[in-house]
């Protein structure tokens, strides 16, 4: 994915407390495989909310049970496991009610999570980036450092960053160089022969495109066939 969507979203102002508005996410995201979000807002509500929320109630576990069962529908969507999901959202929900004004942020982006098992549309996923970012924006405005605003957005979209970004797996380093060619298909790590550069060692792959390094430590970009 392009670095473009990440970008945007860093550099958009958004407001001091509400942060971006649910429109932002979804213009810059909204484009994307909606299981893929949801697994970002998971693993960003893990990371950046619950840890705060069970040091400060150790033994409600209502968002983390809600997470648990978005993930659980993720990886089979079975009519039991969303309604399961379902019921971990309204879990949620009284959670918030609970501690509505204060520290509410973590069971609204859990809850957002779960009502997005098999929703009809990503409503509810941007509502959960708007909650982890009024959280986080909460945490800061405590203490009045509100300079650090843009490092609470930049903690969201490292995570999207991760999760959303095509992994490459690097082939296992040959000692055999191969001969380049542009109807030759190349992954990282492979060591090729070039007529004009020499020696080089693929160290990025794109669809039609490889990037490389020459044995100066200088890098290019040639053409490789995209695979099949």
Excluded: Y
Aim: hydrophobic share 45%; with cysteine.
């Amino acid at each position: 994915m392009s670095d473009e969507r990440f970008d945007r979203l860093l550099a958009l102002r958004g407001h001091p407390v509400k942060g971006l508005p649910a429109s932002a996410w979804a213009t810059n995201l909204g484009e994307l495989d909606r299981d893929q979000v949801l697994r970002a807002l998971i693993a960003a509500t893990r990371k950046l909310l619950l840890p705060e929320w069970l040091g400060l109630r150790p033994d409600d576990h209502r968002p983390g049970l809600a997470l648990d069962a978005a993930e659980a529908w993720l990886a089979a969507k079975t009519p039991e496991n969303a309604a399961n999901a379902k019921a971990r959202g309204k879990d949620c929900t009284d959670a918030r009610n609970e501690t509505f004004g204060k520290d509410n942020a973590v069971p609204e982006a859990a809850r957002a999570a779960a009502w997005a098992v098999g929703a009809k549309d990503s409503s509810d996923l941007w509502d959960g980036f708007c909650a982890i970012e009024q959280g986080l924006l909460a945490r800061i405005a405590l203490i009045s450092e509100f300079q650090r605003a843009p490092q609470m957005r930049k903690a969201i979209v490292d995570i999207l960053r991760d999760v959303l970004t095509p992994k490459v797996e690097a082939a296992p380093a040959s000692s055999e160089p191969v001969p380049w060619s542009i109807n030759g298909t190349f992954s990282v790590g492979q060591i090729l022969t070039h007529a004009k550069f020499g020696r080089l060692e693929v160290i990025a792959a794109q669809d039609k495109t490889i990037d490389v390094k020459l044995e100066d430590g200088t890098t290019k970009r040639i053409a490789h066939k995209p695979r099949g």
